[in-house]
């Protein structure tokens, strides 16, 4: 099938695509088009106007601030996966980009598209509530930063307006230093180009790397097409906190992620499947963070 006929606008500045999202009725915005165009062509998506940012320069970026990193809307999959800047300081995020799809979607899709999109299954979604990372959204009206873990309200549905758009997202590297700090992102696919049925993210911060068993200091955990939302679960981080990372605090951290977990049914991963999945790859996922943060120093 072809998309419906659309009108399409290419502005060359971030105020342009807002006065034309305030202004024209039915407007979507394109971003890498690797998610969008597919709706469109099903008809699922019937937008009378697409507001281009392709054109627009200066919100394709990725770039140190004093507490973290901000990234614009609309950098590339390819350069976060390839970002010396995000493997030194949140290493998460190269590792959560290098898996989406094949080159071909990472080449054009963007973390403000994926965003956009809010897909639960969605990388950048959880690790970006693994992280509390912030999204910077822009209207005519102004500016407003909402909480990454705030903003995914409900299954595809956010917290953004017909007239904002997203114009960058923070991710602070408080409290997660580069040295003593290991993160992972973690999918379990059926194939390389297919969305995760499970995907989890973590951080774990250790006190001492040349300790023979170093204490977790602080830990985050994430999951992916587990719930209608990316899902933090403060429940199981807590349990690994406060001790050397041992069978036991893993065992009951997954235990603590199954029960919390709410994932809907698939074709090939029914629902109890995905809730004990998302348990063992959560495990799995803070184990190599773990080992990553002793490898750190
Ligand atoms: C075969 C295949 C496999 C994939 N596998 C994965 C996967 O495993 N994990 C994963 O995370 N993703 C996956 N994706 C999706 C991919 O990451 C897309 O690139 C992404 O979801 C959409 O980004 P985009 O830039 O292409 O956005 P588009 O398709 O252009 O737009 C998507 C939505 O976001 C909105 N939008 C775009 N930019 C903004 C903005 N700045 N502010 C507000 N709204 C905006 C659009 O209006 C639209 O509603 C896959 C895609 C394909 C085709």
Sequence with gaps: MKPAPFTHHRPESVEEALELLAELEEAELLAGNQSLGIVMAN??????HLVDLNGVDDLA????????????AMARHRTLERSALLEERLPMLPEAAAQIAGPAVRNRGT???????ADPAGNYPAALVALEGTLHLRSLEGSRDVPADEYFVAYMFTDLREDELIESVSVPTDPFPPARTG???LELKRAAQTWPTVSAATAVRIDDPDAED???????IALANAADVPLRVPDAEEVVVGEPLSEAGLAEAAERVTAAVEPEGEMHADREYKEAVAGEYAKRSLETSYERAIESC
């Excluded at 601030?65 to 614009?72: E, L, N, P, S, Y």
């Excluded at 973390?111 to 999109?117: A, D, K, P, R, T």
């Excluded at 170093?214 to 985050?220: M, S, Y």
């Design 43 to 48: 008809r699922l998506a019937t937008p009378d």
């Design 111 to 117: 973390i403000g598209g994926s965003i956009g999109e």
């Design 214 to 220: 170093p204490v977790v200091e602080d830990a985050r």
């Design 183 to 185: 993160m992972t992102f």
């Design 61 to 72: 970026y990725v770039e140190e601030t004093d507490d973290g990193v901000r990234i614009g």
